[in-house]
């Protein structure tokens, strides 16, 4: 009897972090230190980028991570933003940094209230992307006050605009024609974030960025055209991409914050914008006197990335199917593509 309790209770375990994916940190800086990344929009492929960026921090440089996902409860399977559920967010409770790339998340209130009291407490936090507009709350529910059209008198535009520094404000390139080359701000160039980095090209279409304060560190030009030498949109001049600020917790502690603009997969396959958020995770764990120009930023496994749009996410995948660091990412290239027919193959 007691080895058949034995055996449930390791199943039970099993169950219960069978919808998260872990990476136990090796040797490095971030020995120690734990991370958990937050996957959950609708178009970017956060559930590609995030578990790459968690195998690169965890391989390299030792922290412990854990990466979350929407996640479908009946199948399983990692989804593309809907449904709003997102298993394991009690991992925030150990968390050092928080690495958030979400999109117009209405969590159930258990889940929710494992990220205020991370932000009650002060830590830090790294957003990507979408995560501006992360909270979509209907008025009338408890957390209504972290979206990101929030009026409430004492959080204002909610979490992207109170934490990250901006709410969403809009597109500024067009996606799929326009992409965005990234360049440092010649004065900031000294700052920790900034150390190696440089031929910054990412194929996501510019953002608009409008930070309400703190450090702007680099600037985002639109291109007019899919390849890092294509000419300048000469109508829209550069606009900030990337800042470093600081939010204040209920207790008083300022948290450090760094925010992107940008972060799909392949924006991950430059090498200058792959070094900016790992130099920017650094930062933000406060290890930034661990940050060298010449700090292993290396992909760890097979990354071949699925173009990112709207709900065109891979199926079938289960966050175990990433356990490791050998087991490529995306699992598949299986994406659903709505709205469009599969066409019959033909010989060649």
């Known amino acids: 009897m007691k080895y058949l309790l034995l055996a449930l209770f390791s199943f039970s375990g099993l169950l219960a972090n069978a919808d998260s994916l872990v990476f136990e940190g090796e040797a490095g800086p971030g020995k120690g230190k734990h991370i958990v990344f937050i996957a959950g929009d609708h178009e970017y492929r956060s559930e590609e980028s995030l578990p790459a960026l968690a195998r690169i921090m965890a391989k390299h440089h030792g922290f412990k991570c854990t990466v979350l996902f929407n996640i479908d409860p009946q199948t399983g399977q990692i989804v593309a933003g809907t449904p709003s559920n997102i298993p394991g967010m009690e991992a925030l409770e150990t968390a050092d940094l928080a690495v958030v790339f979400l999109r117009f998340q209405n969590l ?25 507009h992360a909270f979509q709350i209907p008025a009338e529910q408890p957390f209504a006050k972290y979206s990101f059209q929030s009026d409430a008198d004492d959080y204002e535009l909610g979490f992207g605009h109170q934490v990250l520094g901006q709410t969403w404000v809009g597109h500024y390139g067009r996606n799929h024609k326009q992409s965005t080359r990234i360049t440092p701000i010649e004065a900031k160039k000294s700052h920790p974030i900034l150390s190696g980095v440089q031929d910054v090209w990412v194929q996501a279409g510019a953002y608009v960025g409008k930070p309400i304060d703190g450090d702007i560190l680099t600037m985002a030009q639109p291109l007019e055209g899919m390849t890092p030498d294509s000419p300048v949109v000469e109508s829209l001049p550069p606009q900030p991409s990337e800042w470093t600020r600081t939010y204040e917790a209920p207790n008083g502690k300022q948290g450090r914050v760094f925010t992107s603009l940008y972060g799909t997969p392949e924006d991950l396959t430059n090498d200058g914008y792959r070094r900016l958020m790992v130099n920017g995770i650094l930062w933000a764990s406060g290890l930034e006197k661990a940050i060298t120009p010449d700090l292993d930023i290396s992909l760890v496994g097979p990354f071949q990335p699925n173009t990112y749009g709207n709900q065109t996410h891979a199926l079938g995948i289960k966050p175990e199917m990433y356990e490791g660091y050998e087991s490529p990412i995306p699992a598949n290239n299986n994406v659903n593509q709505p709205g469009k027919k599969k066409k019959k193959a033909t010989a060649e």
């Open 108 to 132: 159930p209130a258990e889940q929710m209230q494992h990220f205020v009291d991370y932000l009650n407490r002060g830590g830090p936090v790294v957003g990507m992307r979408t995560s501006t």
